[in-house]
């Protein structure tokens, strides 16, 4: 792995009628697969790629549907422009490995907000502090969450010391916890949007803290990204508000160094069986 992981993760390379290719490497993983946030930031990149590298549109809504789990390797994302306005454009993304789909992406860019925002209610994660406290856990390779969550590995990752599933307890399934590219990739204000697109996906399952552990995969995911994250660590909140006997919704709110609004997500999982 390199300095700037995610800047490699994200490089996507054209190889003729709109087809663009990427290595995913071992560290972007939830276990054995590859984490389905990274393959939504991959998808992300492509679509940038194929209205042009100099537009200014950056991708403000993305919606993917997972086929498939691929292995970290050599994917294929096949692009088809829908519209190439000036404010927004529609690119459709399929990611595949081998001839076999994974991914079908949506994804919408557009303009970014700059200016403070009109209204903003208050959110449970600003009360989070700005910079992770010395009792938040940080999710390494030794740690049990981080010898699955192999995406901790490619950046600064670090969970709420309150959390009930690292305390062996159950509670409400809501995570919090504080997160921020490597340096080399952070300074790429790119590179920072795309993770931050990936932070949508990052927690572990908000349901470990009712109890239910084990694979809980993503059926359907929409992300939002508001505006470039400054500099500094995001703050990130999970919640589920229903839990069902199948699916559960989970429900992503990422805040910047600034308090701003940077992200927001919403995925349909399933539990794990049994």
């Not at 492509?46 to 200014?56: R, Y």
């Not at 076999?100 to 200016?115: F, H, I, Q, Y």
């Not at 994250?229 to 559960?248: D, N």
């Amino acid at each position: 792995m390199t300095a700037h992981p995610f800047t490699d993760l994200t490089t996507v390379t054209a190889v003729g009628d709109g087809t663009f290719t990427a290595t995913i490497d071992p560290v972007w993983t939830i276990g054995p697969k590859v984490h389905g946030g990274c393959m939504m930031a991959v998808c992300a990149a492509a679509a940038q790629q194929a209205i042009g590298s100099e537009s200014e549109l950056a991708p403000v809504a993305v919606s993917a549907n997972y086929l498939n789990a691929p292995d970290p390797s050599e994917v294929q994302l096949t692009t088809t422009v829908r519209k190439h306005g000036r404010q927004v454009a529609l690119v459709d993304v399929e990611l595949s490995q081998n001839g076999r789909a994974a991914v079908s992406c949506a994804v919408t860019l557009g303009p970014l907000d700059a200016k403070p925002p009109r209204y903003q209610e208050s959110l449970d994660v600003s009360y989070l502090p700005v910079e992770p406290p010395a009792d938040a856990v940080p999710v390494t390779a030794g740690h049990s969450v981080g010898a699955i969550v192999h995406v901790a590995q490619g950046c600064e990752f670090l969970l709420d010391a309150a959390t009930p599933f690292l305390l062996g307890e159950e509670g409400d399934p809501v995570n919090r916890m504080w997160l921020r590219p490597f340096a080399d990739d952070e300074t790429n204000p790119d590179t920072a949007l795309l993770f931050a697109l990936m932070a949508g996906d990052i927690t572990p399952p908000v349901t470990m803290n009712q109890g239910h552990f084990g694979w809980t995969p993503t059926v359907q995911l929409t992300t939002y990204v508001r505006r470039r994250p400054a500099p500094g660590w995001l703050r990130v909140q999970a919640s589920s508000t229903v839990v069902g006997e199948t699916w559960f919704e989970e429900d992503h709110v990422i805040l910047d160094s600034t308090g701003q609004v940077v992200v927001q997500s919403r995925q349909l999982a399933m539990l794990p069986r049994g």
